[in-house]
């Protein structure tokens, strides 16, 4: 069989070239949507202000690119089971109202060697909307800069997450998070809350598996540094919420507003064991508010 094509985008292109590499397309949108699954889409240096969601199969890298996604929900999105076996690399994704890089109800997906900044714009709205709402006396956190909801055997490794308001997110809204590997990322300066954190929302995480909870994922060999929460948190925030059987091991977590490593269980019903922290570097952090 052969290899499927490899698909490219220029800032000096047009999305009514073939998008080849001497007649590229003009936006990563529409060269996403024209390549068969499987396929490759290599986007040349410049600015894209635009938001990418990604529904198939497809190996997306940056050379010099950054998605300017000023004004839109996200920078990339990769979305539903179809699009299992994607792979986001090399980009530059700033500015989106909610998270940089959303990946969603998937699997097998490779989120590696991306920056991701400046996102969670949506928390300096006056009307702040969506998961940049507060919640009681909770503050919203619009999904932190690079976020796996649902996500399966996936792996985010050797990313830049800074100056958004959290860094990297991992829940179960509307399916379980486990299997993933978070490995040798950079997370520094997301002022307002973790650097990475593992929570539960799913209330039925803890009578059904296959339908919720955070478990079984690794997080290991990180730099969690000068975030406003903990450097690194698993949570149970609810009745019926579960994270659990996860390794924190051989990161450091240094300089964080919170606790280096935190665990909260807040009501009855609710699993947070099974959790493994072993061989972290953890110096300087702060106190845990919630620690009562």
Known sequence: MAAPPNLF????????????????CRTIGHTVSVAPPFGRVTVLGGTYPEMVTVTSPLTLVGR?????ATGLDNGIVVDTPGAAGTSVRGFTVANATFEGILVRNTAGV???????????????????????????????????GLHLWAVAHSRVVGNVVTDNVGGILVTDETGPA????????????????????LPSHNPAAMSDPTRGGVYG??????DSERNGGAGIGVFAPFPGTASYDNRIV??????????????????PNQNVSGNVIANNRIAGNGIDPDSG
């Not at 010099?64 to 300017?68: F, K, L, M, P, Q």
């Open 178 to 197: 486990h299997g993933n590997l978070i490995a040798s990322n950079t997370i520094t300066d997301n002022a307002e809350d973790c650097g990475i954190t």
């Open 217 to 222: 994922n690794t997080v290991v060999d990180n």
């Open 110 to 144: 490779t989120v590696q060697g991306n920056t991701v900044t400046h996102n969670d714009r949506g928390a300096l709205s006056q009307n702040p909307t969506g998961e940049c709402a507060p919640l009681g006396p909770v503050p919203g956190d619009c999904g932190e």
């Open 9 to 24: 985008v220029s800032p000096s292109g047009s999305d009514g070239n073939p998008c080849g590499a001497a007649a590229p």
């Open 64 to 68: 010099g690119a950054t998605i300017d």
């Open 250 to 267: 051989h990161n450091s977590t240094i300089g964080n507003g919170e606790g280096g490593i935190n665990i909260h269980s807040h009501a």
